[in-house]
RNA sequence: GGGCCUGUAGCUUAGUCAGGUAGAGCGACGGACUCUUAAUCCGUCGGUCGCGGGUUCGAACCCCGUCAGGCCCGCCA
């Protein structure tokens, strides 16, 4: 069973209303790591849908937290920001400094400048969630109550941290951190509690004091994430490793969460996308790639299936290369198969079925619209590469693949293109998928030649001088170039391949060999042969 | 220091909860196809399950130890 479907079936246990929720900060640029956040719950969603439950998706953005520090890509200005609320302070403008007129225009924050892109991303990508916004939820009173529990058991909620984390915390502790007159939670001190006034002094020492039941401040974290599952009813949660490890906020959370007279949702850890080579993602140091800038090159089924099909423990190595080729390819192969035709034999082991289960939930999990059939092309992505690179306009490609007006193509087909092309302008594409022509013998390969290959060598080109130059013509010569000496037409494209491009493969080539030109084919072909003898 | 996760074929991995002949996909290799030759189809090769002990009739799986990588024990999420 697909790992989504096994979460649903637990959740089944469970009667009534589900609200599976994700949440992330945007205090910077949004990576395809915090895609992960929200696909995994996204797809236990599906599953819990397509399980017969009654289900909601949410996404929690914690908008109310402080910004911690001036990132590289801020500027100096934003040093007086430091401990405000990033959804309660300006948006960087292209120099990085604070947009102060957008803010007080249209209240544009910080916040919503790192959230909207990746928001418009996760439509492009079938992911429509509600949207909770922590800032507002504080303002409008939400937390209210729980933030009057956590006050009034600060003791049992300090007791739990410290049993559970195992760290001590500092005796001015206090499980709930008021804003100071500017709206900085960092620098504030509790130094007593009346409900509904918390004292505190401020960075300054100044003596003042906040009304909780206003929403001026913040539950520290490991409080803040439980009393949401309570008001919010939220009955599962993925997350990332972080919080899942024993003795993290979700150990903790757990505890908390039933002084709120809540059960804490069912938990599903999941491990970080890394960047293949690079290490951990990362925005600060810029060793990210953006759910925007990913989607500009990988179509949204595929950046959905790399997720759907690797169980969540797993780490995943993102990269744009060759294993995004790999993986693209196997989804298409995934979805020209017939996988429910194949599970219902009766002769394959269980193992087997196992394994075929496990597909079929990950394509199944992959469509962009929750349960429409299949997003494939029908094109391989190496088939669609070689002709992206081999035909300049679109019309030539279409009409490659038996495309025209009476059977014109999808517009997954259009958009995979348009994808395609940008790939491969762009430095991920891969080295050995780029179609090159080489103009000097590669004397290493050629070395190996046996006399057949130099008599089919030889053949071809004196075959090419009197050919036709087009496409089929060529590809009549390469295969009867072998064929004048009985072998098979394997060998004249080996040592095409070879003379033309440096390797024993390649992409279709008598197109390729077509455009090229005669002169500079035969040229190159002689000068092969010349370096043989 | 304490805890958690991961380690299985060249690569990606399933199987570990409930011990019972190590299974896939990709790649590689071989073959077929007068041929969309980076396609498709057929076949073959490939694994001391990180390492060492223990329990067991039997261990990838359970227990102890150990090595490697990652993570948590922050007002971080």
């Known amino acids: 069973m697909h790992w989504a479907d096994v979460v649903a079936v637990n959740l089944s246990r469970r009667a009534g209303k589900h609200i599976i929720s994700t949440g992330i900060t945007p205090s910077g640029e949004f990576h395809i790591g915090h895609l992960r956040e929200i696909l995994t719950g996204e797809m236990i969603s599906r599953a819990a849908i397509d399980a017969g439950l009654d289900v909601e998706f949410i996404f929690i953005v914690d908008d109310a937290d402080p910004l911690r520090r001036v990132y590289p890509f801020l500027d100096e200005e934003y040093d007086k920001f430091i401990g405000h609320q990033i959804g309660n302070i300006p948006a960087p403008d292209a120099n990085g400094k604070p947009d102060y007129e957008r803010f007080s225009s249209d209240g544009f924050s910080y916040a919503d400048y790192f959230l909207n892109p990746f928001l418009d991303a996760l439509r492009a990508i079938g992911v429509n969630p509600r949207i909770v916004k922590n800032l507002a939820a504080y303002r409008s009173g939400k937390f209210t109550d729980c933030i009057k529990t956590a006050c009034d058991n600060a003791d049992k909620i300090r007791e739990i941290i410290e049993r559970v984390s195992g760290r001590e915390l500092p005796t001015n502790w206090f499980p709930y951190s008021p804003i100071d007159t500017n709206g900085c939670l960092f620098g504030v001190t509790v130094t007593g509690y009346e409900y509904p006034l918390v004292h505190y002094t401020d960075a300054n020492g100044r003596k003042c004091s906040s009304d909780i039941t206003h929403g001026h401040g913040k539950l520290p974290w490991r409080i803040d994430w439980p009393a949401k599952w309570a008001w919010i009813g939220v009955t599962c949660e993925a997350f990332g490793k972080d919080h899942g490890a024993s003795g993290g906020s979700y150990d903790t959370g757990k505890e908390i969460c039933q002084l709120f007279g809540y059960d804490a949702p069912q938990p599903l850890v999941y491990e970080w996308i890394s960047l293949k080579g690079k290490g951990a993602m990362s925005s600060s140091t810029g060793n990210t790639i953006g759910p925007m800038e990913a989607l500009d090159l990988v179509p949204p089924e595929i950046l959905r299936f790399l997720i759907a099909g690797s169980k969540p423990n797993k780490a995943i190595e993102f990269d744009a290369g060759m294993s995004l080729v790999n993986l693209a390819d196997e989804y298409e192969r995934s979805c020209a198969r017939n996988l429910a035709d194949e599970l219902n034999d009766e002769s394959i082991s269980r193992r087997r079925k196992v394994q075929l289960e496990d597909l079929m939930g990950a394509v199944r999990l992959s469509s962009i619209e929750h349960n429409s059939i299949t997003d494939s092309s029908n094109v391989s992505f190496r088939h669609l590469a070689l002709l992206a690179q081999t035909k300049t306009n679109d019309e030539q490609v279409w009409q490659s693949l038996a495309l025209d007006e009476t059977n014109p193509p999808s517009d997954i087909l259009i ?119």
Request: proline share 6%.
């Open 415 to 533: 958009d995979r293109l348009k994808k395609m092309r940008t790939w491969i302008s762009s430095p991920h594409f891969p080295a050995e998928m780029r179609v090159r022509v080489i103009n000097q013998p590669p004397l290493e390969l050629i070395s190996e030649l046996s006399n057949d290959d130099k008599s089919v060598l030889t053949n071809l080109t004196k075959m090419l001088e009197t050919c036709d130059w087009d496409a089929d013509s060529i590809a009549a010569c390469i295969v009867d170039s072998a064929k004048s000496i009985d072998k098979s037409p394997r060998i004249a494209y080996s040592v095409a391949y070879m003379c033309l491009m440096g390797s024993k493969k390649g992409p279709k080539l008598a197109p390729i060999i077509a455009e090229l030109g005669k002169q500079e084919v035969i040229e190159q072909f002689s000068r092969c042969l010349d370096s043989i003898i």
